[in-house]
């Protein structure tokens, strides 16, 4: 999202913008969620409680590669003992509260990536590949099997994408 803004609005020349499972826009649901999830965890005294752990864990990564990655697992694990609950409280409600970009997608004038989870919990597929269909030259590409974390997923399919990209911004 500050990519985006940044590209969009900013005084700042961009060359180009490699997009990993972004968060964009949330319907009304999804926008009413992260205050309410934030309420619920206002005063707590830590994050990296079992019940938020396996909430996140689901949210972040596709079941079959948690499975099969337990590193990867315990990486996610550690965002959450990483910060304190006011901190990520914050984070939610200034969530709840971003401008869309989507109206303003066909402005942008740099070379786009957009790398999405075909099983991302977070974002529906569908919904992120039409927004992000109306970047001019923008390109969206959806990585089967892969949750909302398509960095820890797919680390491979995210250089490659990104090497792509620099090769058209020389």
């Known amino acids: ?24 826009d949330f319907d009304d649901d999804q926008r009413q969620y992260r205050p309410d999830t934030a309420r619920a965890l206002l005063g707590a005294d830590r994050l990296d409680t079992p019940a938020l752990l396996s909430v996140v864990r689901q949210v972040m990564l596709s079941e079959v590669f948690a499975v099969k990655n337990p590193q990867a697992v315990a990486e996610v694990d550690t965002w959450l003992s990483a910060t304190s609950p006011s901190v990520f409280c914050d984070e939610l409600f200034a969530m709840a509260r971003i401008e869309s970009v989507v109206p303003r997608l066909a402005q942008l004038d740099v070379p786009t990536r957009v790398l999405l989870g075909g099983l991302d919990a977070v974002l529906p597929v569908e919904r992120s590949r039409r927004a992000f269909a109306e970047i001019p030259g923008g390109q969206v590409r959806i990585v089967d099997g892969v949750g909302h974390s398509v960095q820890i997923e797919d680390l491979d399919r995210c250089a490659a994408t990104l090497l792509d990209l620099l090769d058209d911004v020389r």
């Not at 985006?4 to 900013?10: I, R």
Request: hydrophobic content about 60%.
């Open 1 to 24: 999202y500050h990519a985006l803004s940044v590209a969009l609005g900013w005084r700042v020349r961009v060359r180009g913008l490699l997009l990993l499972a972004p968060l964009f």
